[in-house]
């Protein structure tokens, strides 16, 4: 099995940053494309950023130029650097890894962010 760990959400006001990070641990034998998706009360849950084994990135409309994931392979970690924040970001936050090789999506068990003045 593959853990993942998500850390740094809170509260903060509009214009705000946060910097959420998510660890992966376990059974990791390749590196995982990984992901961010957040889900508000009463909303389904919907990408933000997704980051590619090889570093490729991609984000949701809403979030472009505001966001940025980014990762470390070695640590098995990646991030989401928040910037610019408004109160319809808030939401919780999942982090996610694919493995490929099991076919398998991992999440991790989300961490609150709340934009609010």
């Known amino acids: 099995q593959v853990q993942l760990v998500e850390s740094g959400g809170g509260l903060v006001q509009p214009g705000g940053s946060l910097r959420l990070s998510c660890a992966a641990s376990?059974?990791?034998?390749?590196?995982?494309?990984m992901g961010w998706y957040r889900q508000a009360p009463g909303k389904q849950r919907e990408v933000v950023a997704s980051i590619s084994s090889g570093g490729s990135t991609n984000y949701a409309d809403s979030v472009k130029g505001r966001f940025t994931i980014s990762r470390i392979n070695a640590k098995n970690t990646v991030y989401l650097q928040m910037n610019s924040l408004k109160p319809e970001d808030t939401a919780v936050y999942y982090c996610?890894?694919?493995?490929?090789?099991?076919?398998?999506?991992?999440w991790g068990q989300g961490t609150q962010v709340t934009v609010s003045s």
């Open positions: 996610n890894a694919y493995s490929i090789l099991a076919g398998v999506h991992y």
């Open positions: 376990g059974s990791i034998c390749s590196i995982y494309p």
